[in-house]
């Protein structure tokens, strides 16, 4: 058996992980420890991204024709990939997170959503809050407004049961004027 023929399921693998994919992300992981490099991945994982380490020839075989072609550039050394197909941010977020505590970790670059972004780019990336957070933000923002309103209709309804409550307590009582009105004029 060739090769090339054992070389093509890699080559296939990695094209069906990044065919949908909304973003790439090429590491340098060297200098992780084998306790960092577990941690990494279940954090990855968690976040829905796929991790893997391919040689750069079989990435740069199946990003041919693609919109992560870019990457081309970047292929040099050992890298690994994270891939998304769900969150564009993620991968970006998590390694941005992770390198924090684990600066042997190096970001390369990626492609988000069609665009390639170096270190500096992949950086900016990394501090996209996620979609959740952004939903949570918006959803917190909508309410808000409704809960204020919610609140003064509340004191309103509390101070006029007050108000009803004193007027009704206290015994109605005429005044001079009222009286001579009522009184028949003569």
């Known amino acids: ?53 391919y040689k750069n020839t079989l ?35 998590v390694l941005a997170k992770f390198a924090k505590t684990a600066p042997a970790l190096e970001i390369k670059a990626g492609v988000v959503e069609g665009n390639f972004y170096d270190e500096a780019g992949m950086k900016t990336i990394a501090s996209i809050p996620s979609r959740e957070e952004l939903l ?15 609140r003064v209709l509340n004191q309103i309804a509390e101070q006029g049961g007050a108000a009803d409550a004193a007027v009704e307590a206290a015994p109605a009582e005429e005044t001079p004027a009222e009286e001579a009105a009522e009184t028949p004029a003569e």
């Open 59 to 93: 990435v740069s075989r199946a990003v041919e024709g693609t919109q992560f072609e870019s990457l081309k550039d970047v292929l040099e050394g050992p890298n690994a990939f994270a891939i998304s197909t769900t969150d564009a941010t993620a991968p970006a977020r």
């Open 136 to 150: 949570s933000k918006l959803l917190g923002s909508l309410q808000s407004p409704i809960t204020n309103l919610a």
């Open 1 to 53: 058996m060739a090769k090339v023929e054992l070389k093509q399921p890699i080559v296939q693998e990695i094209s069906e992980n990044i065919k949908d994919a909304q973003s790439v992300v090429v590491v340098d992981y060297r200098g992780l420890t084998v306790a960092e490099d577990t941690q990494l991945r279940k954090a990855l994982r968690e976040a829905g991204v796929t991790y893997k380490v």
